[in-house]
């Protein structure tokens, strides 16, 4: 069977690995590609297994399909392509199931001297390499979001050994919802790099799932409320506008840039480093805002506080700071650039659990 086995690596393997960074993201990309493994593997049983056709139209019929495959599979990795891939995979399967109808002709024709052990070997084939294929990437796309919180800890600790407990309840816990294990960024990582030991661990990590329960319960109801509210005119009781659409890309704007402030702090200069964010603020295109957006970034004299502010279209001024290198997002809401700086008085006050009033947010 070394011949299915070739042809099998090189039309459904191969694609299957440009499937990893997928499989790092989405938690259901396992069923799926086992459910689509499912029409490539009626194909490559009529096309490969029962060699109906001869030499040169088989070899022409294995490079188109291969060529499609790998085409489909590299299109579908960027979302502006998708159509190109569902186009793809629609020809696909249509080819897929003139080839059934062929082999069933084919088969119906040879089931007097059909030898049906090694027909069934060769039907079971490409399933069980299937399953364990897509197995074996869906735990390479695990293990990527794994190694990234593992590197990132060795900032905070160098030991090997150290950082691998401190992840493993991580692992265990989490290790089969990659968007949640993704969320695990620099406050929460270094935390576990510094515990003292597997009980403080757990703890820590039972604090990040339902600090994460809790944010994704309040983006759906974020969600459901900018959904209904769109279109709307006016403020509600509490003096926010009923609109929010132009205020939720704003706050993911400015905060995104905390991100960058918060990985780039005392890397090249004390505290945050304005003109490094600046020049990634030059080159990053935030595709919800208009092109030139309007957001500007400041950071204290001390170097120890920053924020990114920008003026939404109905007039409000909308802002998130950093103080210090923890990762606690101060925000601002009002009709005038605020004074000071996060944590060190003015509008933005000094404790950040006592923040403005933020109606917008």
């Known amino acids: 069977m070394l011949g299915p086995t070739i042809m099998w690596a090189l039309l459904v393997g191969m694609p299957l690995i440009f499937g990893m960074t997928k499989a790092a993201k989405d938690p259901r990309w396992l069923l799926h590609q086992l459910r689509a493994l499912i029409s490539v593997t009626i194909l490559l049983e009529f096309m490969v297994n029962f060699r109906i056709f001869n030499l040169a139209v088989e070899f022409a019929l294995q490079g188109i399909l291969g060529f499609l495959v790998l085409f489909a599979s590299v299109a579908s990795i960027r979302p502006e392509h998708q159509v190109v891939a569902n186009v793809t995979n629609w020809l696909l399967g249509i080819m897929g199931l003139v080839l059934f109808g062929v082999g069933i002709v084919c088969l119906a ?13 060769d039907f079971l084939m490409p399933v069980w390499l299937g399953v364990c294929a897509a197995s074996f990437v869906a735990a390479l796309g695990l293990y990527t ?11 905070e600790n160098q030991s090997w050994p150290g950082r691998f407990w401190r992840i493993l309840p991580l692992a265990l816990r989490v290790g089969l919802r990659p968007r949640t294990i ?18 403080e661990t757990t703890q820590i990590v039972g604090e990040f799932i339902q600090y994460q329960a809790d944010n994704d319960a309040l983006e759906a109801a974020e969600a459901h409320k900018l959904l209904n509210n769109s279109g709307l005119k006016g403020t509600d009781e509490s003096g926010a506008q009923l609109d929010q659409r132009e205020f939720k890309e704003t706050w993911h704007a400015l905060e995104t840039i905390m991100l960058w402030f918060h990985g780039w702090y005392g890397k090249r200069t004390a505290g945050y480093d304005l003109a490094k964010i600046q ?3 030059a080159l990053y295109d935030f595709k919800d805002l208009p092109e030139d957006d309007g957001i500007t970034a400041h950071v204290s004299p001390d170097g120890e506080s920053c924020y990114a502010m920008r003026r939404s279209v109905s007039g409000r001024l909308l802002s ?6 923890e990762f606690r997002h101060w925000h601002w809401d009002g009709d005038h650039k605020p004074s000071g700086y996060p944590g060190q008085g003015g509008d933005w006050g000094m404790d950040w659990a006592v923040q403005a009033f933020n109606p917008n947010r």
């Open 109 to 121: 024709s040879r089931w007097p001297d059909a030898d049906w052990h090694q027909t069934i070997l």
């Open 145 to 155: 979001n794994l190694e990234q919180i593992f590197r990132l800890m060795s900032l």
């Open 182 to 199: 993704r969320k695990c960024h620099g406050y929460w990582y270094n935390r576990l790099a510094n515990t003292a030991g597997i009980g």
């Open 279 to 281: 020049q990634i603020m």
């Open 320 to 325: 998130v700071g950093l103080h210090g290198h």
